[in-house]
């Protein structure tokens, strides 16, 4: 059985609430749900993590390592465009890792552009909302 970690930042807990007009009405728990019915049918073991906090993350991030996961999908929210102690962390893992944004970074304002992290990453999908997940984890899978 694959093993996958799914780690969502800052502000992924409050869809549903803010900006609908870009993320959608539903919220972060249908977006678990989704998630998580989708592993359950093919026999995929996940673990879903949310923090608004960089440190929250990136202690996630090495618990994946030595929980041995086979795949790690990020959604870091705003710490794409910055967090270079996420980027170094991704790279100390080693591990297959997807980013994921629900929206279009390359579509919004300037700096929502530049993505730090997604070097540190094997693959970046955005702009599909909740399904970029499912082929996040079908990619991460497959590899």
């Keep these: 059985m694959k093993k996958i970690t799914v780690i969502n930042g800052p502000n992924l807990n409050f869809l549903g ?3 609908k007009e870009v993320y959608g009405s539903e919220n972060y728990e249908s977006l678990c749900e989704y998630i998580e019915n989708y592993c359950s049918e093919k026999n995929i073991e996940v673990e879903i993590f949310q923090s608004n906090s960089e440190g929250q993350i990136i202690d996630f991030l090495q618990k994946a390592y030595y929980e041995k996961v086979d795949g790690i999908v990020i959604n870091p929210g705003a710490y794409t465009h910055y967090s270079y102690a ?6 100390s893992v080693s591990i297959p890792t997807v980013e994921v ?19 540190a990453c094997v693959k970046q999908i955005y702009g599909k909302g909740k399904d970029g997940y499912i082929e996040a984890i079908k990619f991460l899978v497959e590899k």
């Design 17 to 19: 609430i803010r900006e």
């Design 86 to 91: 996420i980027f170094d962390a991704l790279k």
């Design 101 to 119: 944004h629900l929206s279009d970074i390359y579509n919004r304002e300037d700096f929502r552009k530049v993505s730090v992290t997604a070097p």
